[in-house]
């Protein structure tokens, strides 16, 4: 019960409820999309990777081929590798716990430790996100897939903003500089932007091609950026 007291564990678990009710959402679309429960089932228990799995139902959805739905869901994917490099540097799991980081190594756990300075905050915020978005997210993606038909279309119920919501309270108190809150203004215009004339998916990797590349020919102060500044490759490591 102590560990309910620590800050990152309460940011876990609020990401944790907000992120698992847009499961309902993923449940109901991939119903209506052709999948079966048990099918449904196994792309959140494996996959769990909420882009990845929307757009390989989407893909399928609309007719496309298992290659092209494996291969809009792996683009997506990619960005979990990197995440994974900077977790296992920072949460440091050893043993059979690296095999269940490695799974439950997504935006909200990777955001949440991230977002710590101390180092067991950074381990307890990553547990409890990751572990809470999981059992949530299974959770909800079954009554979304058996209550899918009655709800109608997912998004009149506002679920879809939960998740975007979520985010927006983890990213907007560490935007403590000009340019990467210029950044994230130009970005979130280019998805916007983007939305309406690419395949699902890929808005967010544009958006992340261009933070990338303003990031990298930007002028802004070296110690200006997001808040607090982690290097999870610190020599002699803040970890314990």
């Known amino acids: 019960m102590k560990h309910l007291q620590s800050p990152a564990v309460r940011v876990g678990l609020s ?38 799995q929307f757009a390989f139902i989407g893909v399928i959805g609309g007719g496309g081929t298992g290659a092209a739905a494996l291969t809009a869901a792996s683009l997506l994917g990619i960005r979990n590798a990197v995440y994974g490099m900077q977790m296992n540097a920072l949460v440091r799991p050893t043993g059979w716990r690296r095999f269940v980081a490695a799974h439950v190594t997504i935006d909200e756990s990777a955001a949440t430790a991230s977002g710590q300075t101390d180092p067991v905050e950074r381990r307890l915020g990553f ?32 679920l879809d903003g939960a998740a975007v919501a979520a985010f927006l309270g983890l990213l907007w108190p560490r935007l403590r500089g000009r340019e990467p809150a210029a950044i994230a203004v130009v970005c979130a215009l280019v998805t916007i932007v983007t939305v309406p004339l690419v ?17 990298w020919f930007g002028h802004g102060r070296p110690s200006e950026g997001l808040e607090p500044d982690v290097d999870p490759y610190a020599a002699g490591g803040d970890h314990r």
């Open 15 to 52: 990401i944790a409820v907000a992120t698992g009710l847009y499961g309902v959402s993923f449940g109901a679309l991939s119903v209506t999309s052709g999948f079966d429960l048990w099918q449904t089932m196994a792309l959140s228990l494996l996959l769990f990777s909420g882009g990845s």
């Open 127 to 158: 547990w409890s996100a990751g572990i809470g978005v999981f059992i949530l997210w299974n959770a909800f993606t079954v009554v979304g897939a058996l209550v899918g038909g009655a709800l109608g279309d997912p998004a009149k119920w506002g």
């Open 199 to 215: 395949a699902p998916g890929l808005p967010i990797l544009i958006a992340a091609a261009v933070a990338g590349a303003i990031g």
